[in-house]
């Protein structure tokens, strides 16, 4: 504990620590965390993140960024390389900006900036289709803003709700409550996979 925490953490730490003793299971219950005032409302802010992150566009950017960027004039797998190599850039970052600003600020924040990059996205993309269908010819400048978009949408999210809903999660919720969060993205996650194409 000495080595990870500073020293005036480490008996904090050591205190937040419970050791369950003859066996007993110490977490509450599922009931207890669905009902009880204590747990309820963490387990409803997780849950509500959890599917949030999945209702933010992410998995429709993963699985259909080629799609999405056909305009564009790339072919597809240089697209699939770019927004893969992004996603997994972005994540570094994050550590950094999670340290010098925190988990709130940077959730409020980055989300709003998730929420400008897809407007950026749909309007590019609109009046690209809309150019296309006047017949004026590719527009190179939305096909490039598009493109950018993305990328800016990929960037926030892997600063953001990415990464930093787990952290969080984990830290308001009890261990069934963060399997009912983890259960919650997982069907979101199929539900959009299934229902989107």
């Given amino acids: 504990m000495g080595k990870i925490y500073a020293p005036d953490q480490v008996q904090s730490r050591i205190d937040s620590i419970v050791v369950s003793t003859g066996g007993a299971d110490s977490s509450p219950s599922y009931s207890e965390t669905l009902t009880s005032p204590k747990y309820r409302s963490a387990t409803l802010i997780g849950c509500t993140l959890s599917m949030l992150q999945q209702l933010s566009g992410i998995n429709i950017v993963m ?8 305009s564009s004039g790339l072919p597809p797998n240089q697209i699939t390389a770019l927004v893969g190599f992004v996603n997994c850039v972005s994540v570094f970052p994050t550590i950094y900006l999670f340290a010098r600003f925190g988990r709130k600020v940077l959730l409020w924040t980055l989300s709003l900036a998730i929420a400008g990059s897809l407007i950026g996205l749909g309007v590019s993309l609109l009046i690209d289709a809309q150019s296309q269908i006047n017949g004026l010819g590719q527009v190179a400048i939305c096909q490039i803003l598009s493109v950018v978009f993305l990328l800016l949408f990929i960037m926030f999210f892997e600063f953001s709700l990415g990464p930093l809903l787990w952290v969080y999660l984990s830290e308001i ?3 069934k409550g963060l399997s009912l ?3 919650v993205n997982q069907i979101f996650t199929v539900l959009i996979a299934y229902f989107t194409n």
């Fill in 173 to 175: 919720m009890t261990e």
């Fill in 181 to 183: 969060g983890v259960g």
């Fill in 63 to 70: 699985f259909y960024s080629s799609n999405i960027m056909s």
